[in-house]
């Protein structure tokens, strides 16, 4: 069971423009939610989280926005750059154990 | 060294074979976990250790799998007599503290392939 649904699975944009990667998850007692960047050949690497107190946090080009009744939260890339192609995960977490979303691919084309 | 390392990055074996990943978490990180990551796939949790407190190993997929913590130290996955559904990339992560809300740092995996 899939508690963690992430889309799109891919995505492509241009330089300047504004990727949104959208998570929806099942359990209501998780209460904290972060993003992750990968890059091929390497780790994850924690990008910006947000618990579920706060409806957006932004972290220079990056915002999460949160929406707890509908328990969906997303991320926005500003004036995305070539430099930000990636794969992108969500994840939340009650406690111990993060759970993943299945990521996103983007593609900033110059 | 600075991060969390993860040795080989590569490992090509024959299906049957036993092997040993290894990882070093950050220094006085007392969290750590590993994941397998299939091609094009998110991350599935395998096991975590927290100190001395029992591993956490429900997401270790059958009995072939097992990982050993000595203490805050080095942790060893150890897969026997592999199979071909097991080629994926083995990542290990640390956090300061036991919590899914602490930052993980990962290293850079471990890819093995299964001939």
């Known amino acids: 069971q899939q508690q963690v649904k992430q889309s799109p699975q891919s995505l492509i944009v241009q330089k300047g423009g504004i990727p949104i990667i959208n998570c929806a998850y099942e359990n209501t007692a998780f209460d904290y939610f972060p993003w992750y960047q990968q890059f091929p050949g390497k780790g994850p690497a924690l990008l910006i989280a947000i618990r579920p107190d706060v409806s957006e946090k932004k972290e220079g080009r990056f915002t999460i926005s949160f929406n707890k009744s509908a328990k969906q939260f997303s991320l926005h890339i500003m004036d995305s750059q070539p430099g930000d192609s990636a794969t992108y995960f969500c994840a939340a977490s009650k406690g111990r154990k993060l759970i993943w979303g299945l990521g996103t691919s983007l593609a900033v084309n110059p | 060294g600075a991060g969390v390392s993860q040795s080989p990055s590569n490992k090509v074996t024959e299906k049957g074979k036993d092997v040993e990943l290894r990882c070093d978490p950050i220094?006085?990180?007392?969290?750590l976990y590993w994941y397998r990551q299939r091609l094009g796939q998110g991350l599935e949790f395998l096991i975590y250790?927290?100190?001395?407190?029992?591993?956490?190993k429900s997401g270790l997929p059958s009995d072939r799998f097992s990982a050993e913590r000595t203490g805050e130290s080095v942790s060893t996955l150890t897969i026997q007599r592999t199979q071909q559904e097991d080629s994926a990339v083995y990542l290990c992560?640390?956090?300061?503290?036991?919590?899914?809300?602490?930052?993980?740092?990962f290293g850079d995996g471990t890819r093995l392939s299964i001939l």
């Open positions: 220094s006085g990180h007392t969290a």
């Open positions: 992560a640390s956090s300061l503290v036991q919590g899914g809300n602490q930052p993980q740092h």
């Open positions: 250790f927290q100190g001395n407190s029992a591993p956490d």
